[in-house]
């Protein structure tokens, strides 16, 4: 294999890597680049004998790459078996990758549907904490004010305090 052929290798795996990435952020547009890839792989690239097959090849290590992340170890398997088969001539002709690829898809929407479900539920949680002690907190203000007015009103409490030395003795109450 030749320097060009290793860099194109590298190049599809690093590709698949930052594409991988991008799903994981939750941007649904890096399964465009797959499933192109895939449909050509599988409708064209499949036919055309020599150079369709190092292309081809490039494109396989590619989509296994970027669907090597999507779900269990039994979708994995079931992608590295389809890699493998890529390579039987007769089987070949069959739409392996692009299934695949469009399985990837439908389990990333899944997952993101399922993520915004808990997601939705959370910020749910957090508005109901947040209500729970804003209530909280004016229910105590309401019985810290309810104290206050009972002292106040409180006929006992207020000669008690008019009958209090220090109180007398204070510059204000000369004024009063």
Not at 9 to 28: P, Q, S, T, W, Y
Not at 41 to 54: A, H, M, S, Y
Not at 89 to 107: D, E, K
Not at 113 to 134: D, F, P, V
Request: some cysteine; overall charge positive.
């Amino acid at each position: 294999m030749s320097m060009a052929g290793l860099s194109w290798i590298k190049e599809a795996a690093r590709l698949a890597l930052a594409d991988r990435k991008r799903v994981k952020e939750g941007d649904m547009s890096a399964f465009i680049l797959p499933l192109v890839a895939a449909i050509s792989k599988d409708g064209i690239l499949d036919f055309i004998p020599i150079f369709g097959g190092v292309i081809g090849f490039c494109i396989t290590l590619y989509l296994f790459v970027f669907m090597w992340g999507r779900g269990k170890w039994k979708v994995r398997l079931i992608m590295f078996f389809f890699s493998l088969i890529e390579t039987v001539p007769f089987i070949s002709i069959l739409p392996l990758q692009t299934t695949a690829v469009l399985y990837g898809y439908h389990l990333a929407k899944k997952a993101a549907k399922e993520a915004g479900i808990e997601l939705t539920l959370l910020e749910q949680a957090k508005a109901s904490l947040r209500r729970a002690e804003q209530m909280a907190f004016q229910q105590q203000q309401m019985q810290k004010q309810d104290v206050a007015e009972e002292i106040a009103n409180d006929t006992e409490y207020q000669q008690q305090a008019a009958n209090d030395n220090r109180y007398q003795s204070t510059p204000m109450r000369k004024f009063i």
